[in-house]
C-alpha cells in the first residue's frame, strides 16, 4: 500500500511552520519572538537541508543549510529590521516552495530496474 502524505513529506509540517512564523515576524513584536523564530526557522531549515540531503536534492540541502546558518540562534547575524522584512518574505516563500515540490524519491520495486539503474548498468 502507498505511503500517506506525510510519511512522503516528512518536511511539510517543520516547513509550513517555519513559513508562518516567519510571515508574522513582519509585525511589530517583542524581542522574545525574534528568539524563538531563530530556533524554529534554524531547526526547520536543518531538518529540511538534513532531508534534502538523503533524498539526493543537494540544491536544497545547500539551501537550506544556507538558511539555518542565517537564523542560527547560537551567533546570530545583526541586520536592520527592513532588511530582516525582506529575508523573512523570501525565505517563508522558499519554506512554501520546498513543502510543494520535495518529496522521497520513489524506490523502485525488487524486480524492476529504475531508468537510472539501467543506465550505469547495474
Same mark, same amino acid.
Not at 66 to 89: G, K, M, Y
Not at 111 to 119: A, N, V
Given at each position: 500500500?502507498?505511503k500517506? !502524505? +506525510?510519511? @512522503?513529506? =516528512?518536511?511539510?509540517? #517543520?516547513?509550513?511552520?517555519?513559513?508562518?512564523? +516567519? +510571515?508574522? *515576524?513582519? *509585525?511589530?513584536? #517583542?524581542?522574545?519572538?525574534?528568539? &524563538?523564530?531563530?530556533? !524554529?526557522?534554524?531547526?526547520?531549515?536543518?531538518?529540511? *537541508?538534513?532531508?534534502?540531503?538523503?533524498?539526493?536534492?543537494?540544491? *536544497?540541502?545547500w539551501? $537550506?543549510?544556507? %538558511?539555518?546558518?542565517? $537564523?542560527?540562534? +547560537? %551567533? #546570530?547575524?545583526? &541586520?536592520?529590521?527592513? %532588511?530582516?522584512?525582506?529575508?523573512?518574505?523570501?525565505?517563508?516563500? &522558499?519554506? !512554501?516552495?520546498?513543502a510543494i515540490? &520535495?518529496?522521497?524519491?520513489?524506490? =523502485? =520495486?525488487?524486480?524492476?530496474?529504475?531508468?537510472?539503474?539501467?543506465? @550505469?548498468?547495474?
Amino acid at each position: 500500500m502507498g505511503k500517506s !502524505v +506525510l510519511e @512522503k513529506r =516528512s518536511h511539510l509540517i #517543520p516547513a509550513i511552520i517555519a513559513a508562518i512564523i +516567519l +510571515l508574522f *515576524a513582519l *509585525a511589530p513584536w #517583542p524581542y522574545g519572538y525574534y528568539q &524563538l523564530l531563530r530556533f !524554529v526557522v534554524c531547526g526547520a531549515a536543518s531538518y529540511i *537541508a538534513f532531508m534534502a540531503y538523503n533524498w539526493q536534492k543537494i540544491w *536544497a540541502a545547500w539551501l $537550506f543549510g544556507f %538558511i539555518a546558518i542565517l $537564523f542560527n540562534p +547560537l %551567533i #546570530p547575524i545583526h &541586520l536592520s529590521r527592513e %532588511i530582516w522584512q525582506t529575508i523573512d518574505v523570501v525565505c517563508a516563500a &522558499l519554506f !512554501v516552495v520546498i513543502a510543494i515540490i &520535495l518529496k522521497e524519491p520513489v524506490k =523502485s =520495486s525488487e524486480g524492476h530496474k529504475t531508468m537510472h539503474e539501467e543506465l @550505469k548498468g547495474g
